[in-house]
């Protein structure tokens, strides 16, 4: 399989996801990505530093699509409204990718040194976020305690929604072994944003 095969990328992502599950994280490496998804190891370096951007492949698109919803938000909405608009947008690309999601929480919850990464990227998405304020007019420090706030709305509803959607698999679990299960779905992200951000604004 030649590395001018359309969804190369596509194909290493889902390959590494599947050994990061069967293997483990610290045993699965660049190669053993790159054979498992029928390209050459030269083709994963091409499009991933490292095995561990494979698992932060979408924070570009997610920072990208929170600002460019924080910037459409109407005029009138306070500072840390707008940043949530875009915070809901960018949530709305992991309802989209709920099972990839779910699997990539927990492989980041079993390392550290991914946890660290995950905390990098949440830094750089609070800093997309502080710069589409700012483009919207938004002085500080306003535009900071906006989007720092906004950025950990996402960071506990996200938590949140990886728990429930765990709930829901060990439900799922006990109803194929016929024991009784609550058949209320899962909240969704844009929910627990709702439920969270509510929850923040009952400090104040």
Known sequence: MGRWEPDA????IRAAMDLFAERGFEQTTAGDIAESAGVTERTFF???ADKREVLFDGSATLERTTHDAILA???EMSPLEAALTGIVAGGGLLEQRREHAVRRS???A???SLQERELLKL??????TAKALHERGVAEPAASLAAHSAVTVFHVAFARWIAAQDDDAAQSDDA?????RDTEAPPSFVDCVADTAAA???LT
């Open 9 to 12: 990328r596509g194909r290493m």
């Open 46 to 48: 091409r499009h991933f």
């Open 73 to 75: 938000a109407p005029d």
């Open 106 to 108: 927990r492989i980041v």
């Open 110 to 112: 079993a390392h550290p």
């Open 123 to 128: 830094a750089a998405m609070t800093e997309s």
């Open 176 to 180: 194929a072994h016929g024991e009784e």
């Open 200 to 202: 923040l604004r009952a």
